[in-house]
């Protein structure tokens, strides 16, 4: 185990305070295990690397990139493009939108047919975009990319910021590219939420290590403000994450194989491979899947009524 150094124990997503460890979390897909550190200051945590000579993008195989049921990739697309409409200013046609960690394409594929020209940047392997999305999607880093000053009206992050080492460098970039008044929008899972809270190292949203950061709403506060963004406002993200996030959590807690339902729901393993080998776990998600999802609609509501969403959404403007 690689010991870590003084300036590891800062705080990456506000710089002020010194890191404590908070609990230890297993990666369901490797099974490693990964040490949780928490701000005493913003409430962010931060997850530490471990194993010498191991890269994140080892952590990103076959088994993390799934395909999701098209109606649930509906809803959520409708509830993205609502947002971008809600707090995007510009009327000039066509209005310039980057998506940064895309995914397949599908949100970006929406919004092109809204008129807008949006292009957004992925580090999955090309099969995994949609027919006809490669020629709007770059592959890799922002970075990379070099995209012309003042350019965009909106960059959108829905769930990738927390992915990414170099938090930093990446809200500069974006800053860079935006036009004056253009808008930042990301959605990311909330560590000072109700089901960070009761779920711990069972959270579904936690996943450890590709979840190098977990925000909090001060603390996403905090480093926005500090890149310079101004008009920052925090608010409850997707309903559909949230309330999924409530039923696997509960769900983790009581199987031996984490994420289950969720790796069943997105084509990422087999009815037959749940049938013959988690064929235990299979039993209890049965049993317990109804009573979770009441349970869950209670805690849904009492989160939301306490400011404590397991998501949050976060706007952004450059000044
Ligand atoms: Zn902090």
Not at 119 to 127: D, I, K, L, Q, R
Request: charged fraction near 20%.
């Amino acid at each position: 185990m690689k010991f870590m150094e003084n300036s590891d124990f800062i705080c990456p997503v506000c710089k002020n305070a010194i890191l404590s460890r908070s609990f230890e979390a297993r990666d369901y897909i490797s099974l490693e295990p990964f040490a949780v550190y928490e701000c005493s200051h913003c409430g962010s945590a931060v997850i530490k690397l471990q194993s010498p000579g191991k890269s994140i993008a080892e952590y990103y195989n076959e088994r993390y990139y799934g395909r999701r049921k098209s109606f649930v990739e509906k809803f959520i697309n409708y509830s993205r493009e609502r947002e971008v409409m809600k707090f995007a200013k510009e009327k000039t046609a066509p209005p310039f939108l980057l998506d940064i960690g895309c995914g397949n394409g599908t949100f970006l594929m929406s919004m092109r047919a809204r008129g807008w020209s949006a292009v957004g940047t992925e580090m999955a392997p090309p099969e995994h975009l949609l027919i006809g999305a490669e020629s709007f999607i770059y592959k890799g880093d922002l970075g990379g990319q070099k995209f012309a000053n003042n350019f965009f009206n909106a960059v959108t992050m829905w769930h990738s910021l927390e992915h990414l080492s170099d938090l930093r460098g990446y809200l500069v970039e974006i800053k860079r590219i935006l036009r004056p008044e253009g808008v930042l929008i990301i959605e990311v899972p909330n560590f000072q939420s109700l089901q960070a809270k009761i779920f711990k190292e069972n959270w579904f949203h936690l996943d450890v290590p590709r979840h190098l950061f977990h925000f909090s709403p001060k603390g996403i506060n905090l480093l926005l403000k500090e890149i310079g963004f101004s008009e920052i406002k925090v608010f409850p993200g997707s309903f559909i994450y949230e309330f999924f996030g409530y039923v696997q959590s509960i769900l983790n807690v009581l199987t031996k194989r984490k994420n289950l339902l969720f790796d069943f729901l997105n084509h990422k393993i087999a009815w037959r491979d749940v049938y013959k080998k988690h064929f235990k776990d299979l039993a209890v998600n049965l049993i317990v899947i109804m009573p979770a999802a009441i349970i869950s609609v209670f805690l849904f509501i009492s989160a939301l009524a306490a400011g404590k969403s397991g998501i949050i959404g976060v706007f952004a403007r450059k000044s």
